[in-house]
Every structure is written in C-alpha cells, then in structure tokens.
C-alpha cells in the first residue's frame, strides 16, 4: 500500500483506500492494475460515499457504461448488490430498459464522455447545448422507481490540475480527450433544470492526493477569487423527478 497517499486521503476513507490496495491484485489484471494506476483514491472515496449513502443491502443497480474495474470493485464490496451494465449510447432518448425497474444508477466518469446530440438546427454548431447529459439524466431518471438514486461522479473542471496544467503550457484537462469537463456550478444548473434533488454533495481530491497546490490557492485568495470547490472530483448523489 502507498503510505503516503494512505495518509494524505480523507481519513474519512483512509479503511476504503486500504481495502481498494489489499484487493485490487486478486481482483484485477495486470493490464488493468497498470491502466490504473493512479485511480485507487478515486475508487476508494466513491465505495466510501456509496458505502454511507446506500449501504450493503439488497439493490438492483445499474450501472452506466461496459462492465470494468469499477464493477470488480462493486460487487466484491457490496455483494448484495445485483448490478448490471448499461453500454449503448447513453446520449439518445428511449434506453432499451424498462421503466422504474432499478433502485440505483452509478455513473462513475461518464458525463463527461457525451458530446450533444447532433440537433439539425445552427445552435448546435455554435454553443454546447448539453443534449446529450440531459437525455441521459431524463433517461435514468425513467428507468429508476421512485425512491430511486444516481451516484454522479465528474472531473471537477476548476480543480487546482487545472490551473497547474494551464501554468506548464498544457490542455486544461485532467484527460485530454473527454468532451466537456463540467464545474459544480454547470453540472449543478443541468440536474437543477431536470428537476432533480441533490441529496449530497462533496468535492474531494481523488487525483492529486499527495500535491502540494498552496501557491495555487495562495495565488486565488490574492486575486480574491473563490477558493471553495476546487479538488479534481465531483461526487454527487441525486433523488429522482416522479412529477408528472
């Protein structure tokens, strides 16, 4: 185990990080283990968080995207979960899914893969219309039952990787090829327009454990900017819109 990522993590998620290190070997391939590589604390906070939100209790779980690393996690750590995965494109309207039929959605560094639909009108070509996140946010909503949850988590598009790549002369992404990296205050708006409650909330560090950005929040605080929400992940847990 890194010791000291071990104990530079939230300590609130220091027994979650320890558990994704003495696992991952049985639980991984080397390809995977190597791919990776920098990813343990991310997985670590999101099995924490959904550890506390939902616990270890029957669920029927969805979760976004082809079956991976994070669905080995999932399900060695919550076995009593039955978890399926969802892999066509998350952006169009009517999934092949029935409606109500999951209490959980995880969509763990998806949003930021979905380009807009191509619309057939001018606007598309010029601004971000946010077609794609909206049609897959309405779509689970329509696949959950009403006591039904999304665990949400996205790169944080104002975290302080961001000042520091643009400081060196790079792309202000924490990776490169995604679509839209969203802050908390975008995505925010989005899930407030769908009309669905955000039961938690955290911005945690997930990426950069160990670093030290004091001259970056240093360099906001002189500009008198807003140094909240600033680490590379947003983890969020959303309720559902059942008004008709």
Known sequence: MDQKIYENIDQR????YKWVEENKESLLSQAELEKYQYDWPRFALSIGLM?????NKELQVLELGGEGVSTKFLRAYFPNWNISNYCDDLR???WDLKDGQYDLIVSMEVVE????VNEDHFEWNASFLYSGLMNCLEESNRVLNKKGRIFLTTPNALSNIHFYK???GEIPHQYSPHVREYTYEELFGVIERMKMPV???ECLEALCVCWDFS???DFIKESKGNSKNRHSTLFFDLGVNKVK
């Open 13 to 16: 998620f220091a027994k979650y």
């Open 51 to 55: 550890d506390k939100y939902y616990g």
């Open 113 to 116: 893969h979905l380009s807009d």
């Open 215 to 217: 001259y970056i929040t």
């Open 92 to 94: 169009q309207k009517n």
């Open 166 to 168: 643009m400081i060196i």
């Open 199 to 201: 039961r938690n909330y």
